[in-house]
């Protein structure tokens, strides 16, 4: 064997070894960011769901506010009732989806 042989066998060896070096690193990074996954989901999910009841009750809050402000029309509104319905309707979804949540993470 020549020279240049064994260069070119010793350069292929040690490329070869750095690139198994990295991908093992990043197998590694990538196997802490999959476990640090489920409670980033929970975190953000809860994050939501606060913003959703927060928005729900202040939508509430406006409504029962026109709703004292002006009786006689908010009884004639059938939106109004429909909206009210819709709100408790997204509360009860939050608080289920919320309950699926814990019990699978």
């Known amino acids: 064997m020549t ?22 690193e ?5 196997t802490n ?10 975190k953000e ?6 913003e959703i009841i927060e928005e729900a009750e202040r939508m509430e809050k406006e409504v029962c506010q ?7 029309k908010s009884n004639q509104d059938p939106n109004l009732s429909e909206a ?3 709100i408790n309707e997204i509360k009860r979804k939050v608080e289920e989806f919320n309950m699926q949540m814990n019990n699978t993470i």
Request: net charge negative; aromatic share 4%; glycine share 0%.
């Open 3 to 24: 020279n240049s042989d064994y260069l070119l066998k010793a350069a292929i060896k040690k490329v070869t070894e750095k690139l198994n070096e990295i991908v093992a």
């Open 26 to 30: 990043k197998i590694e990074e990538a």
């Open 33 to 42: 960011i999959a476990q640090d996954v489920p409670e980033i989901i929970k």
């Open 45 to 50: 999910f809860e994050t939501l769901k606060e």
């Open 66 to 72: 026109n709703r004292n402000t002006d009786n006689s």
């Open 84 to 86: 009210l319905r819709e």
